[in-house]
């Protein structure tokens, strides 16, 4: 299983930033998807999830009318959109999957993409 993040960078406030994340390894249709962030000194904390087909979405309260998760399975990538951004959405923001196995569930990070917006 790999998950390979990109598009992170630095911002000023109020803008725009797209993140992308590419995955392999795993069937990626049949899967959920999610986003997470780490800012410093902080917990991990979940920022949007997708289902299957993108029928079902949730997001942060944090992050809800800002930031938009979608997903190409024809691609096998998971994309979190980013508007509006605030300094307080400094983090470092991780692809997330949860697989199962029989009973074994196995959780698999990216290696996370630094966004950093700056006031």
């Known amino acids: 299983v790999q998950l390979v993040e990109s598009g992170g960078g630095l911002v000023q406030f109020g803008g725009s930033l797209r993140l992308d994340c590419a995955a392999s390894g795993f069937p990626f249709s049949e899967n959920t998807m999610n986003w997470y962030r780490q800012a410093p000194g902080k917990e991990r904390e979940l920022v949007a999830t997708i289902t299957t087909t993108g029928s079902s979405i949730n997001y942060a309260d944090s992050v809800k009318g800002r930031f938009t998760i979608s997903r190409d399975n024809a691609k096998n990538a998971v994309y979190l959109q980013m508007n509006s951004l605030k300094p307080e959405d400094t983090a470092v923001y991780y692809c997330?999957?949860?697989?199962?196995?029989?009973?074994?569930?196995?959780?698999?990070w990216g290696q996370g993409t630094q966004v950093t917006v700056s006031s």
């Open positions: 997330n999957v949860r697989l199962q196995n029989g009973w074994l569930w196995t959780t698999y």
